[in-house]
């Protein structure tokens, strides 16, 4: 009889190994989405993700570094995720998703007081444009004609520089903006893009029933209206509903 259980237990032992590795989280210093704040790695994302991946029992890691990086490692370490991540056609089948952590607009962002009168897409395609390096923003300006953007590792270092005058304009979500305004940075609306979702992508090779049960605890987030709550915490007004808008793909 013990013969047998070892060897059921050593048979069994391969099909759970893959769920009780470590999942590594990994994202970049993007207030009020993921940032650090006393030493601690903080947000309105951070907070979703610590609190799916507790609530579904993985053992989980997480760390802060540039996006680039970070997106890398998604795409070519197994048992890694990139989050706050934008979800676009190109990436769909790059990753493998949960989401969405916030649907949100994009804007982009002007020097407070300069004057861009009657600004479009045309007229802005032809002014400095900056962002992050690998962000998602930069394949959405490409993609409607924006060439020679100025690129840069973080958020922050492409704040200085629109504050500068090193650029003219910078992309971002609506909502970074309200927080950037909060805090008393001299930025403006200078034009509203396209609207997106935000969600983590994970390694292609990531267990499948690990990404289901991520899933079905953020849907059991947003349901329950945990999600508008963590978004409220933060001061900032909760995303268009997304409970109809999850991963579904």
């Known amino acids: 009889m013990k013969t047998l259980f070892l060897t059921l237990s050593l048979s069994l032992a391969p099909l759970s190994a893959p769920l009780a ?32 991946a507790k609530a579904a029992g993985i053992d989980y890691k997480l760390e802060i570094m540039p996006w680039a990086r970070a997106f890398a490692m998604a795409e070519n370490q197994p048992m890694h995720c990139v989050f706050t991540t934008g979800y676009n056609r190109e990436r769909a089948e790059r990753f493998v998703w949960v989401d969405p952590l916030l649907k949100d607009q994009m804007v982009l962002l002007k020097r407070k007081g300069e004057k861009y009168d009657g600004l479009t897409i045309v007229k802005a395609r032809e002014l400095r ?39 003219d304009l ?21 034009m509203m893009l396209a609207g997106q979702v ?3 992508a994970c390694h292609k090779d990531t267990p499948p029933d690990l990404i289901k049960s991520l899933q079905a605890e953020l849907d059991k987030l947003i349901m329950s209206g945990e999600q508008d709550r963590i978004f409220t915490a933060y001061g900032l007004p909760p995303s268009t509903r997304t409970a109809e808008n999850g991963a579904k793909k």
């Open 170 to 190: 910078m992309p971002t979500s609506i909502k970074t903006y309200e927080k950037m305004v909060k805090d008393g940075q001299p930025v403006e609306k200078a």
């Open 129 to 167: 444009v900056g962002s992050q390096r690998g962000d998602f923003a930069v394949e959405a300006l490409e993609l409607i004609g924006f060439k020679d953007i100025d690129l840069a590792s973080d958020i922050d270092i492409t704040v200085r520089k629109l504050l500068s005058g090193r650029i």
């Open 21 to 52: 590795e470590t999942l590594h989280f990994v994202t970049e210093e993007y207030a009020p989405f993921n940032y650090t704040k006393d030493g601690k790695i903080t947000g309105i994302a951070v907070d979703q993700v610590e609190a799916i």
């Open 198 to 200: 935000y969600g983590i």
